[in-house]
């Protein structure tokens, strides 16, 4: 069984940063990958940034330059810093990995950028 519980998000103006957190069950390096999604009111989930179990990191094009993936492995954690926010940056985040061919999404933390 697997577990990830995001932490982080909240209400921020315009400009500013917030980190999330992903804090997973066991190693993230038996993982394929750690991954953050969104889902805004309305609209499909979308992925946001993602880091592999190698290393090599990618992200969605709306947020290059702005928004950072890493992990710790020694805490099993993997964050998403988030920097230069905009208001249609607003929306659940998601933490997401697969093991076994199975995908495990975490619960959810709201990010609102408003002023």
């Known amino acids: 069984q697997m577990q990830l519980v995001e932490s982080g998000g909240g209400l921020v103006q315009p400009g500013g940063s917030l980190r999330l957190s992903c804090a997973a069950s066991?190693?993230?390096?038996?993982?394929?990958?750690m991954a953050w999604y969104r889902q805004a009111p309305g609209k499909e989930r979308e992925l946001v940034a993602r880091?592999?179990?190698?290393?090599?990191?990618d992200y969605a094009d709306s947020v290059k330059g702005r928004f950072t993936i890493s992990r710790d492995g020694a805490k099993n954690t993997a964050y998403l810093q988030m920097d230069s926010l905009k208001p249609e940056d607003t929306a659940v985040y998601y933490c997401?990995?697969?093991?076994?061919?199975?995908?495990?999404w975490g619960q959810g933390t709201q990010v609102t950028v408003s002023s």
């Open positions: 880091i592999t179990n190698g290393g090599t990191t």
């Open positions: 997401n990995t697969r093991l076994g061919g199975l995908h495990y």
């Open positions: 066991r190693s993230i390096f038996t993982l394929n990958y």
